[in-house]
């Protein structure tokens, strides 16, 4: 009988969820009532249901337009989800073309006095603004929301760029109960579906063929002195592929404090364009390889032209490599002369944007003014030297072959085989090394000839960072040493972004930073300028309070401020990938001279400690001789990318090493 | 005849002086002004025209050379513009090093864009701005600009540094006032200056020469206090086509009350009969003042539109009430026309929000950034923050509290002082007990109390996700190691405003293990202090602008099978700077237990130069006796 009852009210709960009735302005007292999201208890707002229709339009005046539709209703739980009440939503116009946002209706539902209540968003909630030359935004805030509101609206996007469809969102930084997306497009347009490749969320989409009739009255004029106007009917037939999507209960994106660009996580539907096949007109081709991408930018985007042009430069280079006989000291003289002729303005971009010859003459350009620059000048000096295609961090990693999936472009020269990589926009850049927002995967070099190959844009050597402290305590056990540290690569390249042209009292201040009680001097630094050379740095330091003595011994930290205080993973678990700055190798050694008078009475214990099948590898190494006590301590992080899943292992590597930095030494009186 | 020869003297120098200063080369500099300086400005003068009481014209040129990446700030080639005031031409001029024109930039290559912050719904500000990339440094860019305005309430201030790392060769400053409408003016901290000035009726004429940069130093104070500054106003004026007269802040309010705030405060009916529902029973006005607060924070939300009167003018009240929402003038004059229909008085009340900064009691001008509302009741005046949907009532926290601010009646404006959260009431107290293990770890259930400004910097944790608070406590605790929580609860008392975390943690390593001994630092949750910089030659006076008070109690239960071997010497550190005590002693029946009494007071106050050295001293004696630890020894 107990199982019955459960059956009936199971059943019975089942048509409530199903009652729920989603057309604009049929909100339930149910919804507003509700406290919490049913699953997603943290949740400070749920979409309760989103639709999003794109299709298009034939209208005899303004020709074909795209549509989009957005109807969108939203549940506000508390303070926290106010912000799901203002909605932006942006335009783009090109000078001559806009895209129109309107039909925005909406409105705000709440129980007053245990009635359901709503309030109309007017025309003083709703406000246009031109952001800039491209971008139009429509701002509303929708009336009367207090917790518990339940909010929806609708709006139309018509847009006369009918070749490039919006990506359309599945998946919010809130839970979605349902989401309804239908994509309808004439045969016209050949789109090819992307899925988020780094979204792990993969919803099965409904695609089917629909065929369509597109009525329309055709006028002609006939006759030479009386004119006659017929109207005819005139239809065209043709098909529509329609893609649906129709889901319930859509988890939020996981919000991680350590993530930047969160929106690339999310699940979407991506549109690629591959042709366009008009009634009369031959098919247009817009598909691509990432070969027939890399040479149309190379034919079409100026790129050639630009690595071709010489003779602007010509009595310059001869003069400055006159002396220079050797390869690799023509190659320094040029890369160094183009970073010190030309400054990048801050702009991006695989095309030059003023032409190499106007950013030789004026030392300033974008990145393709500049490293186009160096690549003209490099093969007018004998390289073998090429342009490489990058998409830059900020850009993501391209899904599909498109001229939008390149954003940036760096120099190459082959040598033997090997591809050594340039990019003269950053100062501190050393041959074979690129700034962070181009070290993203892959690019794609192109070669004179218009043929093209990925090349590898992560670095593959570690950098080193090396660190020795030599030190001992005076009468009055104030610990007097000196540091020495080396190093090279990415981590040179880091420290000149960060401290070169830094005045030197300031850069001890910057020393003296979370060291404790101490005092640096004779600060030593060379080579800070010198790019691709190994930066060495002295001083001394006198430390304080960093020894206690209690009952006659003495407790110490001998790796004092060289150490990892503290777990740099503080979460508890992690959704999305980690990404290290590129390969690193850094290493502390301490050399301490035990105090006269006293003996070691306890000691760390030396340690190894695996990453992953070695990715990772922390040594802590401790010896005693006599009363030299020498401390190494090694880290060595060989890979860039670990996933989700290496996260708790990541988390218990350094975990480790800050409890081996941590350990104390005893020392007491012999 | 020697008046005459001098006001010449001037008209010769003022006329002419731009053709003199053209050499712009950046070794011409004074190696004076080099020190500290990451930019210098050579020329910039200002002439201010008052063509009529609403309109206004403004001629800037400004150049400056750039020394370093550092100084590209102080350029400044940019102005502002909306409906009511208009840029009428811009042009830049670049020169190299040797004060040899390389470029010109047009008015129509300035860039354009929209002011409207990710945070506003809507507001017309623009701005047109020159973006140029500097090559080599040192550059020179010479900024000239010509804007009008209708509005001439706000006469811009001259004030030659107003940077750090920016030193002046010259700066001058003109106000035109052909018309002889009645203005003041006030002179600050130009004692020290080479100053050259020429002021009439009808304007005003500054030129200094030679400033040295101000190198920026922690805790000192705000820099417009000790620069140089000539404040202007005029006593008849218009605010984006409204005309004004006044002359002092009564008048001032007064014409703010009328012009900007009357009769906005109208309601529907129904909210004001469910009001007197709510208020029905309530005793006094303090707690009918405290349920309209409440419905306000209940029923709207905080929403940036700048409308009305260039952005001055509060929506009217029944909007607010229709909309449920508002920018703080909006959600003030909401809260008063509520207050309003309960017969409780209060008065809107401008202010400068964030730092420290008074509006000027001498100097009445248009000022301030924010708004909120005082309400004068019987026993006390109570001061409500309008735009938080979270703040307590009664409680402004570190955003406005002790300043100077602009009341505004029906009689006028008045300069009253916000309550000031004295050293004893910024309170953090905690109290927790510490079980450790064998190896040095530990479970504790700590529960820790904040009041004062404490509680404004907290009690905005408990809306955050669950993942997010571990985070921020194990952040904040960088020092307890492999912080585990079963345990975080809050408990928010909005009426006495204390704010109580309650957790239960578990951690690893806190004690370090050296042979049979444990090293246990007694001072389970960090002494709070300043990290100063070493400074042997500091220049500017020492601020503390809030003082804290932390009682913290710690009780340690030992292991099984430890003893106490020894503990930290009992510290009582007091001085002008604030005081430390800090007493550990032995309890328990078996002696297992370790009970640690921590005070820890920083003071609030202003002190000399010179005494950055001793509080840099007081702050490493903090860390250094709080960083004390008990050794326990096993049996």
Known sequence: MKHFYFFIISLFSVCLLQAQDYKFGKVSEEEVLEKEHPEFKEANAAILFREHRVYYDIQRNSGLRLITEVHERIKIYNKEGFDWATKTISAYQNGTETEDIGSIKGYTYNMVDGKLVDEKLRKNGIFKEEASKYSLKTKFTMPAVSEGSVIEYTYTIRSPFVTSIDDVPLQFEIPVNRLEAQVKIPEFFGFRMHYNPKSPIVFPIDKKRESFTYNYTQKTRSGQRIVKTDYSQE??????????????????????????????????????????????????????????????????????????????????????????????????????????????????????????????????????????????????????????????????????????????????????????????????????????????????????????????????????????????????????????????????????????????????????????????????????????????????????????????????????????????????????????????????????????????????????????????????????????????????????????????????????????HSEAIVLSKS | MRKILLALFLFFQIGTSPIFSQDYAAFSIDPNLLSNANAVLRNQSVEISILALDKMRVKTKRVVTVLNEHGEQHVQAYDFYDENSKIKSQEAIVYNSMGEEIEKIKEREFDDRSLVGSNTLYSDNRLSYLNYTIKDYPITIAYESEVETNSTIFIQPWKPLGNYNLSVEQSSYKLVNPKAIPFRFEERNLEDLALEKNNTTSGLYYKAENISAVENEVLSPDLSTYTPQVLVALNEFALVGVEGKAANWKELGKWQYDFLLKEKTELPQETILKLNELTENAKSDREKAEIVYNY???????????????????????????????????????????????????????????????????????????????????????????????????????????????????????????????????????????????????????????????????????????????????????????????????????????????????????????????????????????SLPRNESRKLPLVIERGETYKDYFQFKLPAGYKIESIPEPVTIENEFGKLILKTSIAGIDETELKVERLLVLNEGNWENSAYIAYREFMNQIKSYTNQKAVLVSN
């Open chain 1, 235 to 660: 239809s065209i037939d043709y098909m529509l592929d329609v893609y649906g999507f129709k889901r319930d209960n859509i988890p939020p994106l996981k919000k991680e404090i350590y993530v930047d660009y969160l929106q690339n996580y999310a699940a979407y539907l991506r549109w690629e364009l591959q042709y366009t096949k008009f009634p009369d007109s031959p098919i247009e081709n817009y598909s691509r390889t990432w070969e027939g991408v890399a040479k149309s930018i190379y034919n079409d985007a100026g790129l050639k032209q630009e690595v071709n042009r010489t003779n602007f430069f010509d009595t310059d280079l001869d003069q400055l490599l006159a002396e220079t006989k050797d390869r690799p000291g023509k190659l320094a003289k040029i890369f160094t002369y183009v970073k010190n002729k030309t400054t990048w303005n801050d702009f991006i971009g695989f095309q030059a944007e003023n032409g190499i010859k106007t950013a030789y003459k004026y030392g300033k350009g974008n990145t393709g003014d500049i490293n186009l620059l160096l690549v003209s000048m490099l093969r007018y000096a004998g390289f073998d030297a090429n342009p490489v295609l990058v998409s830059t961090k900020a850009h993501g990693i391209p899904i599909y072959p498109t001229r939008n999936g390149f954003n940036y472009v760096v120099a190459a020269i082959e040598d033997q085989g090997e591809i050594i990589l340039m990019d003269a926009t950053d100062k501190n850049v050393a041959i074979g090394e690129l700034p962070e927002r181009a070290m993203n995967w892959q690019g794609r070099i192109i070669r004179e000839d218009g043929s093209s190959d990925w090349v590898n844009l992560m670095p593959t050597v570690k950098s080193q960072n090396t660190t020795m402290l030599n030190m001992q305590f005076d009468e009055e056990m104030v610990l007097k040493g000196k540091s020495v540290r080396n190093i090279n690569g990415l981590h040179a390249k880091k420290f000149r972004d960060n401290y070169v042209g830094l005045a030197n009292e300031d850069y001890v201040q910057v020393l003296e930073k979370n060291k404790g009680n101490i005092v640096i001097s004779d600060v030593a630094i060379s080579n800070e300028k010198a790019i691709g050379e190994n930066i060495k740095q002295s001083y001394n330091f006198e430390l304080r309070d960093a020894m206690e003595v209690i009952n006659e011994k003495i407790y110490f930290k001998p790796m004092v401020f060289a150490g990892l205080n503290e777990n740099p993973f503080k979460g508890e678990e992690r959704s999305y990938p980690i990404f290290f700055d590129f390969p690193s190798s850094d290493s502390k050694t301490i050399n301490l001279l035990i105090p006269e008078g006293y003996e070691v009475e306890s000691l760390p214990e030396s340690a190894i400690v695996n990453l992953k099948n070695g990715e990772g590898v922390f040594k802590f190494v401790v010896s005693l001789n006599g009363r030299f006590l020498r401390i190494e301590s090694s880290l060595d992080m060989n890979n860039m990318v670990y996933t989700s899943l290496d996260y708790e292992g990541l988390k218990n590597f350094y975990g480790e090493m800050v409890n081996k």
């Open chain 2, 296 to 530: 306000v924070q209940e029923n709207t939300r905080y929403i940036s539109v700048q409308l009305g009167i260039g952005g001055w003018e509060p929506m009217l009240a029944k909007d607010v009430d229709a909309l449920g929402y508002g920018d703080c003038k909006a959600l003030t004059n909401y809260t008063k026309a509520l207050l309003e229909s309960q017969n409780i008085p209060s008065y809107y009340t401008v202010v400068y929000g964030g730092d420290k900064t008074n509006i000027d009691p001498e100097f009445a001008s248009m000022q301030g950034n924010h708004v909120i509302l005082n309400l004068p009741l019987a026993e006390e005046d109570v001061w409500l923050e309008c735009a938080s949907q979270s703040n307590p009532f009664n409680y402004l926290g570190d955003f406005t509290d002790d300043r100077k601010v602009l009341k505004i009646t029906p009689e006028g404006g008045e300069i009253i002082s916000t309550p000031n959260y004295a050293t004893a009431l910024n309170l953090r107290e905690s109290n927790v007990e510490i079980q450790l293990d064998e190896s040095g770890g530990f479970s504790a259930r700590i529960t820790r109390k904040n009041s004062g400004i404490p509680y404004g910097n907290i009690y905005g944790i408990k809306n955050q996700k669950k993942d997010h608070q571990k985070i921020y406590y194990r952040e904040n605790w960088g020092h307890l190691k492999e912080l585990e929580f079963s345990k975080i609860a809050f408990e928010n008392n909005r009426d006495s405003i204390v704010f109580t975390e309650k957790l239960e943690v578990k951690g690893t390593k806190l004690a370090s293990k050296a042979g049979n001994r444990l090293l246990l630092p007694v001072n389970f949750l960090q002494a709070k202090t300043f």
